[in-house]
């Protein structure tokens, strides 16, 4: 049948007119995202930084080297005390004395304080041990009547406080004093027995300078 054979191309050609109109309104979708990880930051971390100082004082040399934060420092010195003329009493004032030398090797921790204007001030102490030397020994009423030179290692300790002035970039000029004990030391002996000097201690005033290396980083 003629009109059938057309009714039914016309109503294929709507089909595909409504298809193609259909498929032109789609929109275009856009390819799928692959999420992306935020990457963490490279931070540098100022945890310290290294410094080695320097000391002098009346009859004392100091060497030393360490490691310091925001408000601590830690380090491990060596000094050399000068021959310095002990003077003690035993029976009356100023009949003993005795020439006392030693080299010593501190850990030494410090307490800095705070800074106002470029100076910090710091409190702190140290321990460790000492290589004391006794010589020229005298005594008219006390033994050793012969020779009372001696050697010997000691435990030392010290307390110290300062202050710390930033003269320049890494380097601070340190005016402060220290204590340093060492305990009882003896002279040698002879036959009629040997002496011993309680409680011998120094009081130094040091002045001396520390340059800071450039500050440790930690990667995080």
């Known amino acids: 049948m003629p009109g059938c054979s057309r009714v039914a191309a016309a109503l294929l050609g709507i089909a595909a007119l409504t298809q193609g109109a259909r498929a032109a ?78 080299v010593t090797a501190l850990f030494n921790g410090y307490f800095d304080l705070g800074t106002w204007y470029r100076l910090t001030p710091y409190v702190g102490g140290g321990a460790g041990v000492g290589h004391v030397s006794i010589r020229d020994f005298q005594s008219t009423n006390a033994p050793p009547f012969a020779n009372g030179d001696d050697d010997q290692w000691k435990f030392v300790w010290a307390g110290m406080a300062g202050v710390g002035w930033a003269v320049a970039p890494n380097l601070s000029l340190d005016l402060g004093y220290r204590y340093l004990s060492f305990g009882n030391l003896h002279t040698g002996s002879d036959a009629a027995g040997s002496m011993t000097f309680r409680n011998v201690a120094g009081h130094e005033v040091r002045v001396g300078l520390r340059w800071s290396f450039d500050d440790l980083r930690e990667y995080r």
């Open 25 to 102: 309104d789609m929109p275009s979708l856009p390819p799928p995202s692959i999420p992306i990880q935020p990457v963490a930051p490279v931070t540098w971390l100022s945890t310290g930084a290294s410094y080695l100082r320097g000391d002098i004082g009346y009859r004392i040399a100091t060497f030393g080297a360490g490691i310091k934060t925001s408000w601590l420092r830690t380090d491990l010195t060596l000094d050399y005390v000068s021959p310095t003329r002990y003077t003690g009493k035993y029976v009356a004032p100023g009949d003993t004395t005795a020439k006392v030398q030693a």
